[in-house]
């Protein structure tokens, strides 16, 4: 079965740091596009960074820039998501999703494009 499983979210102080890992699983990821996204309660899917499968080109939203990094592990089958300078309005669901090979005709992709959705992991910025 294909899909990705998040891990490292938790309880951090504003200010404080988490490192989010998306690993493949049934596939290797190194074909894909992979985005994270989140969403906090009430609000809609936001698309907070993403990189791509040859170049490495990546793309963060205004309001992570200069506090994410995305990066990826092609030996490990993870991607990685670097949070600094975490504030309350980063608290949310975060997830992440893959464009297989072959699709993605647009940069960033559209959330249309991203499949093998994870189950998500809990971030909670608060004092």
């Known amino acids: 079965q294909f899909q990705f499983v998040e891990s490292g979210g938790g309880l951090v102080q504003p200010g404080g740091s988490l490192r989010l890992s998306c690993t493949a699983s049934g596939f290797t990821l190194d074909s894909y596009i992979v985005g994270w996204f989140r969403q906090a309660p009430g609000k809609e899917h936001e698309g907070v960074s993403c990189?791509?499968?040859?170049?490495?080109?990546?793309y963060y939203t205004d309001s992570v820039k200069g506090r994410f990094t995305i990066s990826r592990d092609n030996a490990k089958n993870t991607v990685y998501l670097q949070m600094n300078s975490l504030k309350p309005e980063d608290t949310a669901v975060y997830y992440c999703?893959?464009?297989?090979?072959?699709?993605?005709?647009?940069?960033?992709?559209?959330?249309?494009?991203?499949?093998?959705w994870g189950q998500g992991t809990q971030v909670t910025v608060s004092s």
């Open positions: 990189i791509n499968r040859s170049d490495g080109r990546t």
């Open positions: 999703a893959g464009v297989p090979p072959g699709y993605g005709v647009h940069w960033p992709p559209a959330l249309y494009e991203y499949y093998y």
